[in-house]
């Protein structure tokens, strides 16, 4: 598991629950250390014993914890930077959700040996897209429901969700467009301002 991962899972658990609880998984996974190197590549079996010793921590189901971090990831200030990297995929939420596509490759171009699942978006009625990830990260899915639910809210869109697995391992993610612009949403330039 590449250890970008790893280490928004620690990031995630340390913000929102504590350095503590963040400790004590890492001691039940056991593991010699409790801080991960963004750029190194971990072994699988490792990362799943830390994520299952997560969720036990918690005490809360895999599905939940995994949605709660995709959704930590764009909606914290620790991680305004890929906020802002995802909000450069569309003026609107349609056009954000097409720009999914290019997501594994983006994600090269920035990790060079981060490999995400590849993603189809499709449009099934008016409305309504589908989103499926090709199996080979567990869980992506769940993180994807996450990332797109707080988008929604960064856009000032009305969407509902809902995820399923099919037997090959692939995930979909199901959005329903209720109201492009249904609030505000937040504000967003394409230019940074120096401070």
């Not at 809360?60 to 949605?67: F, K, M, T, Y």
């Not at 450069?88 to 954000?96: A, I, L």
């Not at 449009?123 to 993180?143: H, I, K, V, Y």
Request: net charge negative.
């Amino acid at each position: 598991m590449h250890g970008l991962i790893n280490r928004a899972l620690q990031s995630f658990v340390c913000t929102t629950y504590g350095k503590e609880r963040w400790r004590r998984a890492t001691v039940a996974a056991g593991l010699s250390f409790s801080e991960f190197e963004a750029m190194l590549v971990y072994d699988d079996d490792l990362s799943r014993k830390l994520f299952d010793a997560v969720c036990a921590e918690l005490g809360r189901g895999a599905e939940d914890v995994l949605e709660d971090l995709g959704t930590y990831l764009v909606s914290n200030p620790r991680t305004e930077s890929l906020r802002r990297l995802l909000r450069f995929g569309g003026v609107d939420y349609v056009d954000f959700l097409y720009s999914f596509e290019d997501l594994p490759d983006r994600a090269r171009l920035a990790v060079a040996d981060l490999r995400l699942p590849r993603i189809e978006v499709r449009e099934q009625s008016q409305n309504r897209f589908s989103l499926t990830c090709q199996p080979g990260l567990p869980g992506f899915g769940c993180a994807l429901l996450g990332v797109l639910r707080a988008m929604a809210d960064d856009y000032g869109a009305l969407v509902t969700l809902g995820r399923s697995v099919t037997e090959g391992g692939s995930e979909t993610v199901w959005v329903a467009l209720v109201e492009d612009a249904f609030s505000e949403g937040r504000h967003f330039d394409l230019g940074v301002q120096a401070g």
